[in-house]
């Protein structure tokens, strides 16, 4: 079967850097996604990473090593606004018609 | 530019009924996709298209059926609503490699 872990919850104050991690054993892989979803509204994409490294959008920055099945968000200088739930997605076959979800971290930041 | 729209928001079925979940998106993307998200579930994949005239399952399809007439549209059809349908429905499509949701609707079934 496929899996994806990541914690379900984490905790953080304004200004801090929190991480995010996401471990997976999947049939194939083509790559990583992060999204963020706010109050069970439209999740928004954030980053993927189909090669092993760092991958950094303002903020926020997304790692892979694909050696360890492994990778993590990272939120840095954070803010209320961040306080969110935070999904990995692997992406299953290279056409990208098959994307499995984790069940998600919900992060809450306070002031 | 709208990117994704669903509609209705909210739906309350009785058990049987049958309805259609609409999905537009104005975006000119071939891939289309149906998601259902339930509590501590993540989301899960229950049918997807990568253009007209071809849709194939994804991993809960039963109980659903989708048509992709147009490269707009992707409406999602439950044929005889069931409890365990109760859920919240994202449309998504995707040119690259992030994918574009819609706002959801929210599905109750008694």
């Known amino acids: 079967g496929q899996s994806l872990e990541q914690p379900s919850e984490v905790t953080a104050v304004e200004g801090a850097i929190v991480q995010i991690n996401c471990t997976y054993q999947t049939s194939g892989f083509y790559g990583l996604s992060w999204y963020q979803q706010h109050d069970g509204g439209a999740p928004t994409f954030l980053s993927y990473?189909?090669?092993?490294g760092l991958e950094e959008t303002g903020r926020f920055s997304s790692f892979l090593s694909r050696s360890d099945s492994y990778g993590y968000l990272l939120l840095q200088e954070l803010q209320m606004k961040d306080s969110a739930s935070y999904f990995c997605a692997v992406r299953l076959n290279q056409a990208g018609t098959a994307l499995i979800f984790g069940k998600g971290t919900t992060l809450s930041v306070s002031s | 530019n709208a990117g994704v729209t669903q509609t209705p928001k909210f739906q309350v079925l009785k058990t049987g009924q049958s309805m259609t979940l609409q999905c537009a998106q104005d975006?000119?993307?071939?891939?289309m996709s149906w998601y259902r998200q339930d509590p501590g579930m993540g989301l899960r994949l229950i049918h997807y298209?990568?253009?007209?005239?071809?849709?194939d399952q994804g991993e809960v399809p039963n109980g659903y059926n989708v048509s992709r007439s147009t490269t707009e549209d992707f409406p999602l059809r439950l044929l005889s609503a069931a409890p365990s349908q109760t859920s919240v429905y994202f449309c998504?499509?995707?040119?690259?490699?992030?994918?574009?949701f819609g706002s959801g609707t929210r599905l109750t079934v008694v």
């Open positions: 975006m000119n993307h071939e891939y």
């Open positions: 990473n189909g090669l092993d």
């Open positions: 998504a499509s995707r040119r690259g490699f992030g994918y574009t």
């Open positions: 298209s990568v253009g007209a005239g071809i849709t």
